[in-house]
C-alpha cells in the first residue's frame, strides 16, 4: 500500500471525530428518568462492548445525556471512546476503596452529552478483593446511586447509563444487574449464543429473587448478522418467536467498518457515520430511546 494514501486516510479518519458534536436533525426522545442498561452475555465476542459504545454514542448524538460504565477489566469500551485509563483512577477505585463517582468520570471528546467511567488496569482485581466486603454485591449500586442523584440535583440528569460487563456471569456482573432495571442483551446469530442467553436468564431469575427485582431483559440485539447464511436467519426466527417484545428487529451487520474503528480509538458512529454498520446501531438506538419514552411509543422514527 502506498504509505502517502495511508497517512492521507488516517488524518481524514482523525478529523471524522467532530461529526459526534453534530446534533441529529431530528432529538431523540427523552426518558422519564435515567434509564440503567446493564448490557451483559456471559458469551465473549458477540459484540458486547461493540454494541454498548455504539449505541450510547448514538443516544449521545440524539441529544441524550449518556454514561458509559466501562466494568470489563479489558476496557475495551474506553479504547473505543478514546479514554486515556493510564495511572488514572477508574472503577476499581470506585468499587474497592469507595472514590466518588465524580472524581472517575471524564468527558469523551467530540461528544458534549457523553461521558465514561474507565475501567482502570487494577479492576481485574476487584473481585478478588471484594469478595469480604459487606454489601459486595451493591457497591456499585450505592456509589452510582449516590452519583446520579448529585448530577440530577444539580440539573445535570444522566437520560442513560450504559454498563459495559466482562463476558462472565461473576461479581462484577452481578453488581451491574443489581443496579440497573434494564437489561441489553447482544446476541450474535449463532447457536452457542442461545446457549448463552438461557445461562443469563438463569442467573437474572436469581437477582430478582434476591438483590433486584425489578431488572429485567427490555432489549435484545442482533450482532454480526449476515442474511445470507441459514444459521443467522434461524437463530433471529428463534430469538423473535421467544422474545417478540425484547428484540429490535434491526440486526447489526458483519460489517469491517464496525470491526476498524476501535483501532482508530473511534466508534463507527464517527468513524464511518454513513456505514451500514453505523446506521444499523443509530436506528438501535432510536428505537431504544422511542421505548423509553410513552408519548413516542405510538411513533415511527427513522435514523
Request: hydrophobic share 40%; aromatic share 4%; glycine share 6%.
Amino acid at each position: 500500500m502506498d504509505d502517502s494514501r495511508e497517512t492521507n486516510a488516517n488524518e481524514a479518519i482523525s478529523e471524522k471525530r467532530v461529526i459526534g458534536i453534530r446534533r441529529l436533525k431530528e432529538p431523540m426522545p427523552t426518558p422519564i428518568k435515567t434509564r440503567i442498561f446493564t448490557v451483559a452475555n456471559q458469551k465473549g465476542g458477540v459484540g458486547k462492548t461493540t454494541s454498548a459504545v455504539n449505541i450510547a454514542a448514538a443516544l449521545a448524538m440524539g441529544g441524550l445525556r449518556t454514561l458509559v460504565i466501562d466494568l470489563d477489566p479489558q476496557g475495551n469500551a474506553c479504547t473505543a471512546l478514546g479514554i486515556d485509563r493510564r495511572n488514572k483512577p477508574g472503577m476499581y477505585e470506585v468499587l474497592v476503596k469507595d472514590r466518588p463517582f465524580a472524581e472517575i468520570v471524564q468527558k469523551v471528546a467530540g461528544f458534549p452529552h457523553l461521558e465514561c467511567a474507565p475501567a482502570d488496569r487494577e479492576l481485574a482485581a476487584a473481585e478478588i478483593n471484594m469478595v469480604g466486603m459487606v454489601a459486595r454485591e451493591s457497591r456499585l449500586k450505592i456509589s452510582l446511586t449516590k452519583y446520579l442523584h448529585d448530577r440530577e440535583a444539580n440539573g445535570e440528569r444522566f437520560d442513560y447509563v450504559i454498563i459495559d460487563c466482562p463476558p462472565s456471569l461473576g461479581l462484577l456482573t452481578v453488581n451491574a444487574l443489581t443496579v440497573a432495571e434494564e437489561v441489553l442483551v447482544p446476541i450474535q446469530c449463532e447457536y452457542y449464543s442461545l446457549e448463552g442467553l438461557t445461562l443469563l436468564i438463569e442467573t437474572l431469575n436469581q437477582i430478582q429473587q434476591i438483590l433486584n427485582p425489578v431488572v429485567k431483559i427490555s432489549t435484545i440485539v442482533l450482532t454480526m448478522f449476515d442474511s445470507r447464511t441459514r444459521l443467522a436467519n434461524d437463530v433471529a426466527n428463534s430469538v423473535r418467536q421467544h422474545f417478540p417484545n425484547e428484540l429490535i428487529d434491526t440486526p447489526i451487520p458483519r460489517a469491517v467498518r464496525i470491526s476498524e474503528a476501535p483501532s482508530f480509538n473511534q466508534t463507527v458512529m464517527t468513524y464511518d457515520a454513513l456505514s451500514p454498520g453505523a446506521i444499523a446501531y443509530m436506528t438501535v438506538a432510536r428505537e431504544i430511546a422511542r421505548r423509553g419514552n410513552p408519548t413516542t411509543n405510538n411513533e415511527v422514527h427513522t435514523a
